[in-house]
């Protein structure tokens, strides 16, 4: 399976972006999808799951209420939708799949896109 994310740019304090992860070479519908960042001197960490189905979703703390997961199987795409943008939401965003696990670990996961940048500064 082949990630890309796309989306990713430099916004202001409380402005919005949305992230798109396309999937291709896979059974896109039958992966739990994953969206993990990981800012610079920091370590990766998760940010929010979807279910193959798309009906379960569970978000981090740091950004539940602001950020959106969601999916359309038919374009095998996932999206984050990300309002009230802080900087400290500054990072290398990533798409990742797995087959099995609805789980918050990264080291689970067994695809990965290459990741694209998001910036939140003044």
């Known amino acids: 399976v082949q990630l890309v994310e796309s989306g990713g740019g430099l916004v202001q304090p409380g402005g919005s972006l949305r992230l798109s992860c396309v999937a291709s070479?896979?059974?896109?519908?039958?992966?739990?999808m994953g969206w993990f960042r990981q800012a610079p001197g920091k370590e990766r960490e998760f940010v929010a799951v979807?279910?193959?189905?798309?009906?379960?979703?569970y978000y981090a703390d740091s950004v539940k209420g602001r950020f959106t997961i969601s999916r359309d199987n038919a374009k095998n795409t996932v999206y984050l939708q990300m309002n009230s943008l802080k900087p400290e939401d500054t990072a290398v965003y990533y798409c990742?799949?797995?087959?099995?696990?609805?789980?918050?670990?990264?080291?689970?996961?067994?695809?990965w896109g290459q990741g694209t940048q998001v910036t939140v500064s003044s």
């Open positions: 070479g896979g059974t896109f519908s039958t992966y739990i």
């Open positions: 990742a799949a797995d087959r099995t696990l609805l789980t918050k670990q990264w080291d689970a996961y067994d695809y």
């Open positions: 979807i279910s193959s189905s798309g009906g379960i979703t």
